[in-house]
């Protein structure tokens, strides 16, 4: 029911800031749920930050917690990831995740969001 575009991925320095940002058309992102995943190849698809539809609460693995900010601005229906500190081991493809179910015990959880952008790649290298 949500159409969703990411963007700001891009090749960049270890130590390091982007912004990437997630659009969406179709329905106002005001009632859902949204996160960030990324994945590299061979690997699971990871879990990397989250921000309710009720308050705005924010989640964060532990791995880039302290380094990521996510927020989002319902007005202009985008949800933005804020990046420092960047490591080479934070090198993926980034996806925006959106849905008006997920439950709080399930935020974690690639499964748990109905609605998925096509990924832009983040590349940390000197």
């Known amino acids: 029911q949500v159409q969703l575009v990411e963007s700001g991925g891009e090749l960049v320095q270890p130590g390091g800031s982007l912004r990437l940002a997630c659009a969406a058309s179709?329905?106002?992102?005001?009632?859902?749920?949204m996160a960030w995943f990324r994945q590299t190849p061979g690997k699971e698809r990871e879990f990397v930050a989250a921000?309710?539809?009720?308050?705005?609460?924010?989640y964060y693995a532990d791995s880039v917690k302290g380094r990521f900010t996510v927020s989002r601005d319902n007005a202009k229906n985008t949800m933005y990831l804020q990046m420092s500190g960047l490591k080479p081991e934070d090198t993926s493809v980034y996806y925006c995740?959106?849905?008006?179910?997920?439950?709080?015990?399930?935020?974690?959880?690639?499964?748990?969001?109905?609605?998925w952008g096509q990924g832009t790649q983040v590349t940390v290298a000197s």
């Open positions: 995740a959106a849905s008006g179910t997920v439950i709080l015990s399930s935020i974690r959880i690639s499964g748990s969001y109905s609605n």
């Open positions: 921000i309710r539809r009720n308050g705005g609460h924010t």
């Open positions: 179709g329905r106002t992102l005001s009632s859902y749920t």
